[in-house]
C-alpha cells in the first residue's frame, strides 16, 4: 500500500473529506432557487460534518 498504510486509513481519509463535501454541493443544489447556501455556512458545515466523521472514526478505534 501507498506510504505502508493499510486500506482503512485510505476509506477513512476520502469518507472525512468527501461526505462534507458531498453534503455542500448537495445543499446546494437543493437550495439553488433561494440562492444556495453562502460560503461561511458552507465552511460551518464542512467543518462541522467532518468533525463529527473524525469522532466516530476515533471512537471506533478506541473500541477495538
Do not use: H
Request: proline content about 2%; cysteine-free; aromatic content about 4%.
Amino acid at each position: 500500500m501507498l506510504l505502508g498504510l493499510d486500506a482503512s486509513i485510505w476509506k477513512m481519509l476520502v469518507v472525512v473529506l468527501l461526505a462534507p463535501a458531498l453534503a455542500v454541493g448537495l445543499l446546494k443544489l437543493l437550495l439553488r432557487r433561494r440562492g444556495g447556501i453562502g460560503t461561511a455556512w458552507a465552511g460551518v458545515l464542512v467543518l462541522l460534518l467532518a468533525g463529527a466523521a473524525t469522532l466516530l472514526i476515533i471512537l471506533d478505534k478506541v473500541r477495538l
